[in-house]
């Protein structure tokens, strides 16, 4: 099977601008849940999507939304980007269930400036 | 209090010798660990999950885990250069809202010298 995939790798914006990032499951994969890594915070859970409902979301303001479509991809959008929100942001797939195993995609890089 | 804790590290161990890293966790409802490794520049994947008390052994990895000291460790035998990287530690529980919620602890820096 195809691994997680997410576009784009890398990503430069200016403070104010919005953000969409993109992300595909493995096949059969009906939950898709994002985080934010930096070198401060470590990986921080944003949120968490299955079968296009959001069934948690982390501590996170609300200019961080998600969504996800019918067959599973799943998007992330970030607006009025602050310098703050420079990160790697991975995406991870999992069945659903609590002892289901999460498999990460390669991040996309997002730097602000 | 962090909910998942572990030792930054770095921890540097010689080539051949038992790595161990440790981590505890804040919220006895947890119910799955897991043990990832990340590589500079690259995403975290899985090296092992562990569901009930005791032992579970993978090759030159085992992780132990104790619910009742909210404990969980994973050692890794025989370390070699190539075991150098960060290792999360990952604790899952169920949601107040449904689901579940993964959190990570900060990670452990393993340094392996040849």
């Known amino acids: 099977k195809a691994g997680v995939t997410q576009t784009p790798r890398y990503l430069i914006k200016t403070r104010g601008q919005q953000v969409t990032l993109s992300c595909s499951p493995i096949s059969g994969h009906r939950s898709v849940s994002w985080y934010q890594q930096t070198p401060g915070q470590g990986l921080q859970f944003l949120f968490e999507?299955?079968?296009?409902?959001?069934?948690n979301k982390g501590n996170f303001p609300g200019r961080f939304s998600g969504r996800q479509f019918s067959n599973s991809r799943s998007e992330m959008n970030v607006s009025t980007l602050e310098l703050g929100d420079s990160a790697l942001y991975l995406c991870a797939s999992s069945e659903g269930q609590l002892t289901d195993t999460q498999y990460f995609g390669p991040g996309t890089r997002l730097t602000v400036l | 209090q962090k909910e998942v804790e572990q030792n930054s590290g770095p921890l540097s161990v010689p080539e051949g010798a038992i790595a161990s890293l440790n981590c505890t966790y804040s919220?006895?409802?947890?119910?799955?660990f897991f043990w990832y490794r990340q590589y500079s520049g690259k995403s975290p994947e899985l090296i092992m999950s562990i569901y009930s008390n005791g032992d579970k052994e993978d090759g030159r990895f085992t992780a132990q885990l104790n619910k009742a000291s909210q404990y969980v460790s994973l050692l890794i035998r025989d370390s070699q250069p190539s075991d150098s990287a960060t290792y999360l530690c990952a604790v899952s529980g169920s949601a107040n809202t449904g689901g579940f919620k993964t959190i990570f602890g900060a990670g452990t820096r393993l340094f392996v010298k040849a």
């Open positions: 999507y299955f079968s296009e409902t959001q069934r």
């Open positions: 919220d006895r409802g947890s119910q799955s």
